[in-house]
């Protein structure tokens, strides 16, 4: 069974732009999670979805936001890019009748 | 709300010593507790989990991991490490056994010297 993956690996972008994380959770997890991963603040809760809907949402602004498709790959935008943005995004996912998360390798985004 | 401390940034300890990685935690509520480690450009792998029952628990690659509730502390230790356990480890805790919503603390390096 392939694992969580995330798409890209890595990510420059400058000031302003936005961009866009994907994630496609092991075949049968229906519940997708988002963190940042960053030397200062180290792993922060993003959000979480479960069959396309958001059930749980950490305290990030609303430039960071997310979605669920319903083959419950889970995408999530981050607009108006900061410097502070530059972290390790992890993606992860969970079958609805296992407690364990399963994390991704992770995309590594940086904001010049 | 909840929080964790793990009181220790950096561990290096020699390899086939033993070693013990501190946790503690605050909260509210009733928690479940996790240890998770992260090797150099990987995502996060559970070593173990505690939910309920023994306060003794097991995980994988030798770890085991204590859960003291009158101390709020969930210590990590392993008998002997190898090379290979050089990686970071976080403690975490949630509010629900199976919730996604887990609360980290700050990790703690390992560096495991030959």
């Known amino acids: 069974k392939a694992g969580v993956t995330q798409t890209p690996r890595y990510l420059i972008k400058t000031r302003g732009q936005q961009v866009t994380l994907s994630c496609s959770p092991i075949s049968g997890h229906r519940s997708v999670s988002w963190y940042q991963q960053t030397p200062g603040q180290g792993l922060q809760f993003l959000f979480e979805y479960f069959s396309e809907t958001q059930r749980n949402k950490g305290n990030f602004p609303g430039r960071f936001s997310g979605r669920q498709f319903s083959n419950s790959r889970s995408e999530m935008n981050v607009s108006t890019l900061e410097l502070g943005d530059s972290a390790l995004y992890l993606c992860?996912?969970?079958?609805?009748?296992?407690?364990?998360?399963?994390f991704g390798s992770g995309t590594q985004l940086s904001v010049l | 709300a909840q929080s964790v401390t793990q009181l220790d940034s950096q561990v290096p300890v020699f390899e086939e010593a033993p070693v013990e990685l501190r946790c503690n935690y605050s909260?509210?509520?009733?928690?479940?507790l996790f240890w998770y480690v992260q090797y150099p450009n990987q995502g996060l792998q559970l070593l173990l989990k505690y939910l309920s029952g023994s306060t003794l628990v097991k995980g994988i690659n030798g770890f085991e991991a204590e859960f003291n509730k009158s101390q709020t502390s969930f210590h990590l230790r392993k008998p002997s490490v190898h090379i290979s356990d050089t990686a970071e480890y976080f403690c975490a805790v949630s509010d629900k056994a199976a919730g996604n919503k887990l609360t980290f603390g700050g990790g703690t390096r390992v560096l495991v010297k030959p």
């Open positions: 909260s509210s509520v009733s928690v479940y």
């Open positions: 992860a996912s969970r079958g609805s009748t296992n407690e364990k998360l399963f």
